[in-house]
């Protein structure tokens, strides 16, 4: 079991997260689904993992937290070994305004539940993987949004400007750490059908938005685990610091 690839999925309980730790574990890496606070779905999914044969673990932490983040690591370290791959992709939305009626308690929630969080990981996750440290190497997949390139206006400029820091961070990442074996993308979804919009104020958002959409369809959570899958195996060796658009043509 030794050689088995851990992976890390910030954020792996519900949506996108779940998808993509379902991926992993259908794979054959043991896979750790962290989550902030709803308990049930990350244990629902930790069953439905093992018991189809996967090996997973779930820990609760606040990714917005360093003293929660090195506990989650050190939780992956003694119960699955070394990390191989993180999947950042715990995040918030707040409800739908224009930026004047913002007010900073908010912006600073979005800020470090959405940048401060994969910042603390990828520091984590580096320090275990990096050739530098002693590591095997690894990969870094940062879920960022195609709100970054549209920036979100009337809606939620914060959370869009969050996703921008992200394919910044995923840019200068790549490059600090290329030499030392790891890999650093990004995946950039459009409209995908998650519990996401209720949190905006919005939960038929998709609906209303739908026909803008060139496939004219919103996205499934596992159609960007896949490609999140992807980035993190070896099919995709030849690519880092990249952004994998998956907005059905938007
Ligand atoms: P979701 O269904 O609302 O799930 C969010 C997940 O993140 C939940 O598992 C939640 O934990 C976790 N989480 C949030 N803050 C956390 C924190 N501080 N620490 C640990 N876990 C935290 O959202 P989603 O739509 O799957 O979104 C996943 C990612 O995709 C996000 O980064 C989002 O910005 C991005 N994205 C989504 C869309 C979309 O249309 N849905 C589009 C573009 C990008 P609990 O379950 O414990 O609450």
């Given at each position: 079991?030794?050689?088995?690839?851990?992976?890390?999925?910030?954020?792996g309980?519900?949506?996108?997260?779940?998808?993509?730790?379902?991926?992993?574990?259908?794979?054959?890496?043991?896979?750790?689904?962290?989550?902030?606070?709803?308990?049930?779905?990350?244990?629902?999914?930790?069953?439905?993992?093992?018991?189809?044969?996967?090996?997973?673990?779930?820990?609760?932490?606040?990714?917005?937290?360093?003293?929660?983040?090195?506990?989650?690591?050190?939780?992956?370290?003694?119960q699955?070994?070394?990390?191989?791959?993180?999947?950042?992709?715990?995040?918030?939305?707040?409800?739908?305004?224009?930026?004047?009626?913002?007010?900073?308690?908010?912006?600073?929630?979005?800020?470090?539940?959405n940048?401060?969080?994969?910042?603390?990981?990828?520091?984590?996750?580096?320090?275990?993987?990096?050739?530098?440290?002693?590591?095997?190497?690894?990969?870094?997949?940062?879920?960022?949004?195609?709100?970054?390139?549209?920036?979100?206006p009337?809606?939620?400029?914060?959370?869009?400007?969050?996703?921008?820091?992200?394919?910044?961070?995923?840019?200068?990442?790549?490059?600090?750490?290329?030499?030392?074996?790891?890999?650093?993308?990004?995946?950039?979804?459009g409209?995908?059908?998650?519990?996401?919009?209720?949190?905006?104020?919005?939960?038929?958002?998709?609906?209303?938005?739908?026909?803008?959409?060139?496939?004219?369809?919103?996205?499934?959570?596992?159609?960007?685990?896949?490609?999140?899958?992807?980035?993190?195996?070896?099919?995709?060796?030849?690519?880092?610091?990249?952004?994998?658009?998956?907005?059905?043509?938007?």
């Open positions: 079991m030794n050689h088995q690839k851990v992976a890390i999925i910030t954020g309980g519900r949506g996108i997260g779940a998808a993509t730790a379902k991926i992993f574990a259908h794979h054959g890496h043991a896979v750790c689904i962290n989550y902030k606070s709803n308990f049930a779905s990350a244990n629902d999914l930790a069953q439905e993992i093992t018991t189809q044969g996967g090996r997973c673990i779930t820990v609760q932490a606040d990714v917005s937290l360093e003293d929660d983040v090195l506990r989650l690591f050190e939780t992956v370290d003694q699955l070994g070394a990390v191989s791959v993180l999947v950042n992709n715990a995040g918030i939305l707040k409800p739908q305004m224009r930026l004047e009626d913002m007010n900073a308690d908010r912006i600073n929630t979005i800020l470090t539940n940048v401060t969080s994969y910042f603390l990981c990828c520091r984590e996750a580096i320090k275990r993987m990096s050739t530098r440290h002693g590591g095997q190497g690894g990969v870094i997949v940062n879920v960022s949004s195609g709100a970054a390139r549209s920036g979100a009337h809606e939620y400029v914060d959370y869009a400007a969050s996703k921008g820091a992200i394919d910044t961070l995923t840019k200068g990442l790549s490059l600090e750490v290329a030499a030392e074996g790891i890999r650093v993308n990004c995946v950039r979804p409209f995908i059908y998650t519990d996401m919009h209720a949190d905006g104020g919005e939960p038929e958002r998709i609906e209303r938005l739908k026909s803008v959409i060139p496939l004219q369809r919103g996205g499934l959570p596992e159609e960007v685990a896949e490609a999140i899958y992807w980035l993190a195996s070896e099919k995709s060796s030849f690519s880092t610091g990249n952004y994998l658009d998956l907005t059905g043509g938007l």
